[in-house]
């Protein structure tokens, strides 16, 4: 491809995305396909002759396009965000462009520095103590991993590096706690059976006072206590695990403490919801992902630590080919986490902040946070309906319920409806389960979803929940 065709065919892509952020709600929210459709469709080998870009993008468009699902559809109400923004995705395009390997300082300086300058602006944007520091991992479960190694290593005088796991360390986490916290463990070399979960009070967060049991039956067994995980805002139901009681615990104890904020750190950019963070001064690593909430494409981790040096510590190898003359005097993120080549994420960040403004961000979550609590209030009206859990967030778990169905009964009319109101093709809901309850989840947090859409979800639920008492 020349350098005319290369501009041509720029022009073309930048004009197809804009339209498809104007024409999204065109197409439906979840992908129409069946297994193994969009596989037949393609050849079995690859072309022996280069093809032309026209039909490389003709083929996009007639046959991948179909089998998306449209994460940045103002009716996404699954799972949880992944919103991007027009200058996430112009970042992306330059950071293509740049194509730039940034594991040092050395091989390319702006990339380390505008990294260490965002992460300080995210970090005083969310309300964490001046003295910390961070960076941009690629997902909240590698930064979760990152944290439990580091936890490893503190916990014994960093000898497992050298030597292995020797004695059993014991991990502590909720009930509700994301699965990456027991991957991560596993990966780590703790064990599963190594990992003891917490029980949860009727709002689904941790209970500080079993937590302390579980501490002390360990230790009492002759087991290590070594780390804790907390969650701010939990993947089922948006629970918020008492942060300050459980640091406390951990520095009476001599325990790490992680928060796993992914989702819900965003919204500590508010004023008013910085107490979700209260008592992160405790803790020694907090994760949250702008790449969720924060108008910035996949993948963009923020993590942050009290001490980097013991991060540093963990991580830190050095191959004479990676020695430079800057070594001391300058911050290698290639030491700072698991990955020796690192993208540029920091451009597409930057350019998030500056073009939005804190204010800007800050205005986004607190419409999602009101449109949900309006969603909240549609339920609230209807006696058929009830809400299963505390709305913290931006995060609904309800179900339809007449009061005259058993627990199956309901379960089983709960997961049509789900499929009844996904058929529609419009939004997109997930569900969950709690106390054995089928939950459906929707959480508001996309870029382009307004009341509006909000109100269509209501009025689509509400009329498939009225053909299910037909």
């Not at 390997?101 to 390319?108: A, G, K, L, P, V």
């Not at 494409?297 to 963990?314: E, H, Q």
Request: glycine share 8%; net charge neutral; charged share 25%.
């Amino acid at each position: 491809m020349d350098d005319q065709q290369f501009r041509k065919f720029g022009h073309e892509f930048i004009d197809w995305v804009a339209d498809y952020f104007n024409n999204i709600e065109s197409y439906p929210v979840l992908a129409r396909v069946q297994p193994g459709e969009i596989k037949g469709a393609l050849p079995s080998a690859p072309p022996e002759s280069g093809e032309s870009m026209e039909k490389i993008f003709a083929d996009f468009k007639k046959t991948i396009l179909p089998g998306m699902t449209h994460w940045q559809h103002p009716g996404w109400f699954a799972y949880f965000p992944a919103n991007n923004s027009p200058a996430s995705v112009l970042a992306e395009v330059l950071t293509a462009g740049l194509a730039a390997q940034c594991m040092i300082w050395q091989t390319s300086p702006a990339a380390a520095e505008l990294e260490e300058t965002v992460m300080g602006w995210l970090r005083d944007m969310i309300g964490l103590p001046a003295s910390w520091s961070g960076v941009i991992q690629d997902t909240a479960s590698t930064a979760t991993l990152c944290s439990l190694l580091t936890a490893r290593e503190v916990r014994t005088d960093f000898a497992s590096n050298r030597s292995g796991v020797r004695e059993p360390l014991t991990v502590y986490a909720s009930t509700e706690a994301h699965s990456s916290v027991e991957k991560g463990i596993k990966i780590a070399g703790f064990g599963s059976e190594n990992l003891r979960t917490i029980p949860v009070d009727e709002t689904f967060a941790m209970i500080p006072d079993r937590l302390e049991e579980a501490i002390r039956e360990d230790e009492r067994r002759g087991r290590r206590p070594c780390a804790v995980v907390v969650t701010v805002g939990t993947t089922s139901s948006g629970a918020v695990d008492p942060l300050r009681p459980i640091g406390e615990i951990c520095r009476r104890r001599g325990l790490w403490l992680h928060v796993d904020a992914a989702y819900a750190g965003t919204a500590a950019v508010l004023p008013e919801m910085r107490w979700l963070l209260d008592g992160a001064h405790l803790a020694d690593s907090v994760v949250f992902n702008p790449h969720k909430w924060m108008l910035t494409n996949f993948d963009c981790s923020a993590y942050f630590v009290r001490d980097p040096g013991a991060l540093i510590r963990t991580f830190e190898i050095h191959p004479e080919y990676l020695k430079t003359g800057k070594d001391a005097v300058v911050k290698n993120y290639r030491d700072w986490g698991i990955q020796l080549g690192r993208r540029f994420r920091a451009l597409k960040l930057w350019f998030v902040i500056r073009s939005y403004g804190v204010e800007g961000i800050r205005s986004m979550v607190r419409e999602h946070l009101r449109l949900a609590r309006l969603f909240a209030s549609r339920l609230e009206a209807r006696p058929d309906f009830e809400i299963l859990a505390p709305v913290i967030l931006s995060l609904v778990c309800f179900r339809w319920n007449d009061g005259r169905k058993s627990g199956e009964e309901l379960n089983a009319l709960n997961k049509t409806l789900l499929e009844r109101v996904n058929a529609s093709g419009k939004v997109f809901l997930t569900h969950t389960s709690l106390n054995g309850r089928f939950v459906i989840r929707l959480v508001v947090g996309q870029r382009t979803t307004t009341e509006r859409h909000v109100r269509q979800a209501w009025e689509i639920i509400a009329a498939e929940a009225g053909r299910l008492e037909a």
